[in-house]
């Protein structure tokens, strides 16, 4: 990866009751959106924590724009980092909408109010209301407009449609997306949803139990991997290269799953085999035969 490195992990372990994040090797573009994209407990918010420094690695280091501190980061890189956690911060339960945006902006100097204004109006928050009062998606809202407002140089989110509804998402997904256009912004979020993952990503960096898979371009994982029905004998077509799945589907037909390749292409009018119809995989069964280890063949790391 050539690109200009937002963050960088060399080696960072985090120990943990159950197992262990990393090690992590691993090099984040600047300039991007890059989805951490993994199940439940598979460490994708201790890497965020790490990001922000809230959480330390036991071992390895970590870069912030090519530079690494020993001790805390400098309050002038911390302004640059705004962060949606997945679980809101109780701190601020009590205040208003318009008190917790004061607050921000004076931690922020990029602080826009106009943006921020902008923003409440278009997601509809109430303004006067408590934090504690208000909705789950409502809250979610609010965070979103005031991380938004403080223009940061590297927005963090984790879980960051969790409680919108359909419409305020689809507004969130549109303002990241603007938010991209005339700034360099690097945008890391943790997500389960693989709509998120097709309208934002750029890249995608694979959990699974602590481990870092690999960071793909999005839009190289597509078509590469294809469903064929096949006319055959299923034990002879499961032997034959690239196959990764390969099920009896009717009396005379074979569904195989294959890397779609041009060698495989040659391989298929070498071999005589006719296939009856296709389909190309859509990207949550990419990422399901990456974790099974059947990984891209243009994988950064």
């Known amino acids: ?14 120990k943990r009751r159950r197992h262990p994040i990393g090690p992590i090797d691993l090099t984040i573009p600047q300039g991007y959106i890059v989805a951490l994209v993994g199940a439940n407990g598979a460490g994708k918010s201790t890497m965020m924590n790490m990001m922000l420094q809230t959480t330390r690695p036991d071992q390895g280091s970590i870069r912030w ?16 980092i705004g962060y949606v956690p997945e679980t809101s911060i109780a701190e601020e339960s009590h205040l208003t909408a318009d008190a917790v945006a004061e607050f ?17 109006q278009r997601f509809r928050v109430p303004r006067n209301e408590r ?10 809202k609010f965070e979103i407009a005031a991380v938004l407002a403080a223009r940061p140089k590297l927005l963090l989110l984790d879980e960051p449609s969790s409680g919108l509804d359909p ?28 709509d998120e993952v097709k ?59 294959v890397r779609d390749n041009e060698q495989w292409k040659k391989y298929l009018a070498a071999a005589d085999l006719q296939v009856v119809k296709s389909r190309t995989l859509e990207l ?16 950064s790391v």
Not at 104 to 120: I, K, N, V
Not at 131 to 140: A, F, I, T, Y
């Open 104 to 120: 921000r902006s004076y931690w922020y100097p990029s602080w826009d109010e106009g943006r921020f204004e902008e923003l409440m």
């Open 131 to 140: 934090l504690n009062r208000m909705s789950k998606g409502e809250r979610r």
């Open 284 to 299: 949550e069964e990419i990422l399901r035969l990456w974790i099974e280890g059947h990984k891209p063949e243009e994988l």
């Open 199 to 257: 309208r934002l990503a750029d890249y995608i960096i694979l959990v699974d139990e602590g481990r870092i898979l690999g960071i793909a371009e999005k839009d190289s994982l597509y078509g590469t991997w294809k469903e064929l029905w096949v006319q055959g004998d299923a034990g002879a077509l499961g032997k034959l290269p690239g196959v990764v799945k390969c099920n009896p589907d009717g009396p005379s037909l074979t569904r195989i799953t």
């Open 167 to 194: 419409f305020a998402w689809g507004d969130m997904i549109d303002e990241l997306q603007a938010s991209m256009e005339n700034e360099e912004v690097t945008i890391v979020l943790s997500t389960h949803v693989v």
């Open 1 to 14: 990866m050539t690109e200009r490195m937002a963050i960088e992990f060399r080696g960072a372990i985090k």
């Open 65 to 80: 724009y090519g530079e690494t501190f020993n001790g805390e980061i400098p309050l002038s890189l911390r302004q640059k």
